[in-house]
């Protein structure tokens, strides 16, 4: 042996590259799964109301042709298939708006006791096997806000509730001012949400593991939505919850101060 040659070659850019690689393509099949996922998803729980709405309509249809009284209850049932459609086909259309950053607000003051007594008006008329106590306070709380979006977020914590609590169970709404913030908050005795899911709550498509036991469908976009919503407001949304024992929704908006309220009258 005479010599010997030596050669390195630097080849860290090359192994990091093929990790950038890899690490993107996993991304790339994770993203597919969950597209097709939410599109299985989609389809079975738009297809479900359409199977009774139409047997609904087949036997009005009869009724009609027989000339039989219509039994009353018929169109309501066919009516509560259409709302069910037209909810998620709303939920659709807003989270595609939230994703494109376009959802609109129509900014005025609005009253927030207005909004939480309206709802519990509404959910005691709608559900009758739940309890509902709204706790309210005597002083007003103002927020600039979209109103109609306001009541959506509310009404969409409520519908939660009923979803994921056993029938005969109490749904409390309370409303409360701390530190220059209104606080709504929805609390029921349900379900709950186990730690390690309530960090994904908010986002889309995310249906927790016990939500199945509820025998209720769903799209994983209504809290979604409600985020998107309430930060566009200023403000926050969060949750406490015990698997097994309940959960409760919180919200808070920053009050309209005097001067704000004096400068956004009509
Ligand atoms: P959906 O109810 O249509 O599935 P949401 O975005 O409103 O969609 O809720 C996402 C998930 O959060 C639900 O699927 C459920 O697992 C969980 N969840 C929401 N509210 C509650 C609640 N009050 N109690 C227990 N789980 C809840």
Wanted: glycine share 8%; net charge negative.
């Amino acid at each position: 042996i005479t010599g010997r040659v030596w050669s390195f070659r630097d080849v860290t850019e090359r192994v990091h590259a093929q990790r950038t690689q890899e690490r993107l393509l996993a991304e790339a099949h994770e993203a597919i799964r969950v597209r097709d996922d939410f599109l299985s998803i989609a389809a079975h729980e738009l297809k479900t109301p359409l199977t009774p709405l139409r047997l609904h309509l087949e036997l009005l249809k009869r009724a009609l042709a027989a000339r039989e009284p219509i039994a009353p209850e018929r169109v309501d049932k066919a009516m509560a298939q259409v709302d069910r459609l037209s909810a998620l086909v709303n939920d659709l259309v807003d989270a595609t708006s939230v994703e494109a950053g376009r959802l609109k607000l129509q900014r005025k003051p609005v009253s927030l006791l207005e909004v939480a007594n309206e709802a519990c008006s509404e959910f005691r008329g709608l559900s009758a096997e739940h309890a509902f106590m709204c706790e309210l306070p005597q002083e007003d709380l103002l927020v600039m806000g979209d109103r109609g979006r306001l009541s959506q977020v509310l009404a969409n914590l409520l519908e939660n509730a009923v979803k994921y609590s056993p029938l005969g169970g109490t749904v409390r709404v309370s409303l409360s001012h701390v530190d220059g913030n209104a606080v709504l908050s929805v609390a029921d005795g349900g379900i709950g949400i186990s730690r390690e899911e309530q960090a994904h709550l908010f986002g889309r498509f995310f249906r927790a593991s016990n939500a199945p036991v509820s025998g209720f469908g769903g799209l994983g976009l209504g809290l979604y939505i409600c985020r998107d919503i309430i930060e566009r407001h200023g403000g926050h949304i969060w949750v406490d919850s015990e698997l097994g024992r309940g959960s409760t929704f919180h919200v808070s908006l920053p009050v309209l101060t005097a001067t704000a309220q004096w400068e956004a009258r009509p």
